[in-house]
């Protein structure tokens, strides 16, 4: 895969524990769009986006709990742009434990949503020149393993 966005440290807490001693799922996700909070001020969808009556809605978010995370332990989250049109952005996203390996994946389906509605809108084209740029300086990643899985239980 191509360079990824890198979010800053962030530590297990003990809030997130829960009774089976490792960190509970819905942590995972915090993890997860803490560090979108990041990788979407370098696009431009930052507070300041915001402020312009502009937003994005999740649409899909897919998690693979791939390995525990416990207390004390320091991760961060890698963030690519797998692709984007002109209302749409697919990421993907990968928790990565101090050590270097992956406790977990995220894949997400945004829209870009207009407030005064809401409604789904085309990006300005500020943004889009940004979103552009982002992929052009960190390349089309190949697909990662996972992406674009659905969930089931194959019968026989």
Same mark, same amino acid.
């Given at each position: ?14 809030? /997130?524990?829960?009774? #089976?001693?490792?960190? #509970?799922?819905?942590?995972? #996700? ?49 963030? /690519? ?5 002109? &209302?749409?952005?697919?990421? /993907? ?7 270097? /390996? ?53 019968? &026989?």
């Amino acid at each position: 895969m191509s360079t990824p966005h890198i979010s800053t440290v962030m530590d297990i807490v003990p809030e /997130w524990i829960d009774f #089976n001693g490792h960190m #509970n799922m819905a942590f995972y #996700n915090v993890l997860f769009d803490r560090a979108s909070d990041e990788f979407y001020q370098l696009i431009g969808l930052g507070e300041p986006y915001v402020a312009r009556g502009f937003t994005t809605y999740t649409a899909e978010f897919h998690i693979r709990y791939l390995r525990e995370l416990h207390l004390g332990q320091q991760v961060r989250v890698r963030s /690519w742009l797998l692709d984007h049109d002109e &209302k749409r952005f697919h990421t /993907w996203q990968e928790i990565r434990h101090e050590d270097g /390996w992956i406790a977990a994946t995220g894949e997400t389906l945004a829209l870009h949503i207009d407030m005064s509605g809401p409604r789904v809108v085309p990006f300005p084209d500020d943004i889009a020149a940004g979103m552009d740029a982002f992929a052009a300086a960190h390349g089309r990643p190949d697909r990662p393993e996972g992406a674009g899985s659905a969930i089931g239980i194959p019968r &026989k």
